[in-house]
């Protein structure tokens, strides 16, 4: 199929997004004003504008909506905080549902903060990032459970974000990655897609996309040994994405192998959020195409465009038809 034939499709799918669904804060700083505090003589990093935007699983989301899905919706847990009130309203302002996130206390909102020079426009001082490292309270849990059940039968695509690189705190439990393997065989006919970042393994019967370092690392864990067809048997879904950045994607097939070639760009501006946009276009590709490769080619076609942009950006279908216009 085409991509003009591919995006004609869009608009009659609906798409989830469950898991760590983030807040990002661009914060520009002013380094003459970096004055010491008269408390503490410790420096103040003067910020002096802020930019907020979807991240981790909300960068999914905003790349599904920009896609033209017809209806796309997020679950996580946020808390009962600032950060979780503006995601809700940058996910909304892109045409995500935010009706099915659980807002919960005794957490907060993971949010990542990053800190931008307003002389260089460069990132140069550590992120603040807001975490959670304790386990989801069982009540909580339970919540996330229940929503997903009950709204999964409404979406034509899943897509899983296990964005948390902590042990604990994450909304990706391994209940609710085992829920997602019972709604795999329940549902057959469903597009389901994870991203990990730690946990590859932990998965059962999806498609997982990790990148070359996470699915190294998962592998290592399993068999101290970089084993790509091992790591798709133990997760035993019927295929791997393996991301190479700006090299392109191995796909992992029990059959074998196949390597999609990455599109050409020169001087990417933000490779941030690259294999999110990857994952939106693959997952909506697949449930059309039904082709693991169709759609990673799909799915490198969105993230060469959104690396052309500053921070997590989105490809729109008037962009892919022109990048593609066969």
């Excluded at 960068?59 to 808390?79: C, E």
């Excluded at 045409?95 to 659980?102: A, E, M, N, R, S």
């Excluded at 902590?166 to 994870?194: C, E, M, N």
């Amino acid at each position: 199929m085409t991509t003009a034939e591919i995006l004609r499709a869009f608009p009659g799918l609906k798409a989830l997004v469950v898991g760590d669904i983030c807040l990002d804060r661009w914060c520009r700083y002013e380094p003459s004003a970096a004055e010491p505090s008269r408390e503490t003589g410790i420096p103040r990093t003067a910020v002096v504008a802020t930019a907020v935007t979807p991240g981790a699983g909300g960068t999914v989301a905003s790349n599904l909506a920009a896609l033209g899905a017809g209806r796309v919706a997020v679950l996580g847990v946020v808390g009962h905080d600032g950060h979780a009130s503006d995601l809700e309203q940058e996910l909304r302002a892109r045409g995500v549902q935010t009706d099915l996130l659980v807002w919960a206390g005794g957490v907060q909102t993971f949010t990542y903060t990053k800190l931008i020079n307003e002389r260089t426009g460069v990132e140069d001082l550590p992120r603040v990032d807001f975490i959670n490292t304790r386990p989801l309270t069982e009540k909580v849990e339970r919540q996330v459970l229940d929503r997903l059940w009950e709204a999964a039968s409404a979406f034509d695509v899943i897509v899983v974000a296990d964005q948390a690189e902590t042990h604990s705190g994450g909304v990706v439990t391994q209940a609710v990655r085992q829920q997602v393997a019972d709604l795999a065989r329940r549902f057959p006919g469903k597009t389901f897609l994870a991203d990990s970042r730690t946990r590859v393994e932990h998965f059962r019967g999806v498609p997982v996309k990790p990148n070359q370092d996470e699915a190294e690392a998962a592998s290592r864990r399993l068999v101290g040994r970089v084993d790509h067809r091992l790591l798709l048997e133990r997760v035993s879904g019927p295929f791997l994405y393996v991301t190479h950045g700006p090299r392109g994607v191995l796909v992992v097939q029990p059959a074998g192998e196949t390597w999609v070639p990455a599109r050409p760009v020169d001087n990417p501006v933000d490779v941030c959020g690259a294999g999110d946009s990857f994952s939106a276009g693959a997952a909506l590709a697949l449930a059309v195409t039904r082709s693991p490769v169709a759609a990673a080619r799909f799915g490198n076609l969105v993230a060469s465009i959104t690396i052309t942009k500053p921070g997590t950006g989105t490809a729109s279908p008037d962009e892919l038809r022109a990048a593609d216009p066969a």
